[in-house]
């Protein structure tokens, strides 16, 4: 089964759940304008609770080094994802495993993987809307995230759905997908048979 990321955890049930059903990462937004936005005390409270091996990630949008370093610390993360305009040197300035969401706003932004691919060690595409760092719900064109492959381990977001998710793994074969308000019933709220879906979805291409 490809790997996947279960993002905009705020809550216990929706952690434990997601980890039953085989999530390698989960995601927690710490971006304060965010719906799905969680305090670092309380995702600590998720994580210490999870089982072995299911790894956590930090999604940060254009913050002070010196803050994502202190939530990193305190919630206890494996990785972060920083999903704003954060340089390559930025990234490499945290000595953590970063991964650099990118949102596609056509051909011309896969001339910037280039730049990042000494400085992080995986990039999330996900679908470009004005003021919406992430979690938009919308799809872009995956033929582009295809090519970004080129530049290295990509991991698929935007839009993803129990629906589409496999149509979007045979087209991409990404290295991983990623997905939040696909499986909400609000948004900071999974609804529980969408990721049971999901996942369904995605090992039935266990070959992939």
């Given at each position: ?18 980890a ?22 309380e995702?600590r ?16 949008v ?29 990234c ?84 991983a ?12 709220k ?7 879906r ?6 039935e291409?266990?070959?992939?």
């Amino acid at each position: 089964m490809v790997r996947v990321k279960i993002c905009g955890i705020t809550n216990l049930n929706d952690a434990l759940l997601a980890a039953e059903l085989g999530a390698h990462a989960l995601g927690f937004i710490f971006y304060p304008k965010s719906r799905r936005y969680i305090k670092p005390t309380e995702a600590r409270n998720i994580i210490r609770q999870l089982p072995p091996l299911v790894l956590t990630v930090g999604v940060f949008v254009d913050e002070d080094p010196g803050a994502v370093r202190e939530v990193a610390a305190i919630a206890g993360l494996d990785w972060l994802q920083l999903h704003g305009a954060e340089s390559p040197d930025y990234c490499r300035a945290l000595e953590r495993r970063v991964i650099k969401g990118l949102r596609i706003r056509g051909p011309k932004t896969l001339l910037t993987l280039p730049d990042y691919r000494d400085a992080v060690q995986a990039v999330l595409l996900d679908s470009y809307k004005a003021d919406t760092p992430g979690g938009t719900g919308e799809t872009f064109d995956w033929d582009l995230a295809r090519q970004a492959r080129d530049y290295g381990p990509i991991i698929l977001a935007g839009g993803l759905t129990p629906n589409n998710v496999a149509r979007a793994i045979e087209t991409v074969r990404p290295a991983a997908v990623d997905v939040a308000s696909g499986v909400e019933a609000a948004p900071g709220k999974k609804d529980h048979e969408k990721l049971r879906r999901f996942f369904q979805a995605c090992r039935e291409l266990k070959d992939i």
